[in-house]
């Protein structure tokens, strides 16, 4: 019977992993492994999380960023200097999908952040403000 | 009639005395003396005291009887007058509640009244004030219906007349806006 670790270990053990340049898909294999013996897989979504926030404190950034249309590489690679230029980031993930509900702007996730530069968000605000 | 006069005035006196002449015997005479003195002797010695104590007896039977009668008068008498007394105030504590009563019935008659008037402006007052918050619900749901409409259509006319130029102009000022 395995021991139960956690979610922080797991993490820091992952994010070693892909520091010290070890491959990344047997540390995802060996993830996959431990969740399943363990009978954890509900938590992966926050094992990613906790991953994310792990890299993101040794400066490697796992960015979502969301836009109405698919963003020019300009765009892209100013956004990434953006996150760079901010919190001594090393290193961004981006991680690009086109979400058509934003209408116009862009939405950025980071872990211990969220910026919203989108249209929907403006309206929802000018909406909430106003409404009794 | 004279000659019958005439005839004992010319009788002759016994020899024995006046006694004698009386045809009274001094020894019979005697004995019964003696034997009334027995009698009276033996009445007062035995027949007088028993009858003197049965009689006695009697006199106290009949005045006990007397004082038991006059004190049974004075109990009824007493007890008479007590129920009186006590009709009295027993009519006159009836009248005090009855007179109570009705003050009540008609002090409860006037609070029902009330009670009821207050509760009538209550329901009324409650009414108006659920008709005016329910009015006042439907403006606000309106109003933010209204807003979310206009939310959508501004979204929706944004989104039409946004062009790839516009957008990008748009996330280059934000970038520099967080910058």
């Given at each position: 019977m395995s021991t139960k670790l956690s979610r922080r270990k797991i993490a820091d053990y992952i994010v070693s992993n892909i520091l010290d340049g070890g491959d990344l898909g047997v540390a995802t294999k060996q993830l996959a492994g431990y969740l399943i013996e363990s009978r954890r897989v509900n938590e992966l979504d926050h094992i990613v999380r906790d991953i994310e926030f792990a890299l993101s404190a040794q400066g490697h950034v796992v960015a979502n960023i969301s836009s109405a249309r698919s963003l020019s590489k300009a765009t892209a690679m100013a956004i990434e200097d953006m996150l760079k230029s901010s919190n001594s980031v090393k290193r961004v993930y981006a991680k690009y999908e086109i979400d058509k509900s934003l209408i116009a702007g862009v939405k950025i996730e980071i872990p211990d952040k969220r910026i919203d530069k989108s249209v929907s968000r403006q309206l929802s605000i000018l909406r909430t403000s106003q409404t009794n | 009639?004279?000659?019958?006069?005439?005839?004992?005035?010319?009788?002759?006196?016994?020899?024995?005395?006046?006694?004698?002449?009386?045809?009274?015997?001094?020894?019979?005479?005697?004995?019964?003396?003696?034997?009334?003195?027995?009698?009276?002797?033996?009445?007062?010695?035995?027949?007088?005291?028993?009858?003197?104590?049965?009689?006695?007896?009697?006199?106290?039977?009949?005045?006990?009887?007397?004082?038991?009668?006059?004190?049974?008068?004075?109990?009824?008498?007493?007890?008479?007058?007590?129920?009186?007394?006590?009709?009295?105030?027993?009519?006159?504590?009836?009248?005090?509640?009855?007179?109570?009563?009705?003050?009540?019935?008609?002090?409860?008659?006037?609070?029902?009244?009330?009670?009821?008037?207050?509760?009538?402006?209550?329901?009324?007052?409650?009414?108006?004030?659920?008709?005016?918050?329910?009015?006042?619900?439907?403006?606000?749901?309106?109003?933010?219906?209204?807003?979310?409409?206009?939310?959508?259509?501004?979204?929706?006319?944004?989104?039409?007349?946004?062009?790839?130029?516009?957008?990008?102009?748009?996330?280059?000022?934000?970038i520099k806006e967080i910058k």
């Amino acid at each position: 019977m395995s021991t139960k670790l956690s979610r922080r270990k797991i993490a820091d053990y992952i994010v070693s992993n892909i520091l010290d340049g070890g491959d990344l898909g047997v540390a995802t294999k060996q993830l996959a492994g431990y969740l399943i013996e363990s009978r954890r897989v509900n938590e992966l979504d926050h094992i990613v999380r906790d991953i994310e926030f792990a890299l993101s404190a040794q400066g490697h950034v796992v960015a979502n960023i969301s836009s109405a249309r698919s963003l020019s590489k300009a765009t892209a690679m100013a956004i990434e200097d953006m996150l760079k230029s901010s919190n001594s980031v090393k290193r961004v993930y981006a991680k690009y999908e086109i979400d058509k509900s934003l209408i116009a702007g862009v939405k950025i996730e980071i872990p211990d952040k969220r910026i919203d530069k989108s249209v929907s968000r403006q309206l929802s605000i000018l909406r909430t403000s106003q409404t009794n | 009639m004279e000659s019958i006069l005439l005839q004992f005035g010319s009788a002759e006196a016994p020899s024995g005395g006046i006694m004698e002449s009386l045809g009274v015997d001094w020894q019979t005479l005697i004995l019964q003396i003696i034997a009334f003195l027995i009698l009276v002797f033996l009445l007062g010695k035995y027949v007088f005291p028993t009858l003197t104590k049965i009689l006695d007896d009697r006199q106290t039977k009949i005045d006990s009887a007397n004082k038991a009668a006059e004190h049974a008068k004075k109990a009824a008498d007493e007890a008479e007058t007590r129920v009186s007394e006590l009709l009295k105030k027993a009519r006159h504590e009836a009248a005090d509640i009855i007179s109570l009563a009705k003050l009540e019935s008609d002090s409860n008659i006037s609070a029902s009244e009330e009670k009821a008037k207050k509760q009538a402006e209550q329901i009324v007052k409650s009414a108006q004030a659920d008709i005016s918050r329910q009015i006042d619900d439907a403006k606000k749901a309106l109003y933010n219906e209204t807003l979310e409409l206009v939310s959508l259509a501004t979204g929706k006319i944004i989104g039409e007349s946004m062009t790839d130029k516009l957008d990008k102009d748009f996330i280059e000022k934000s970038i520099k806006e967080i910058k």
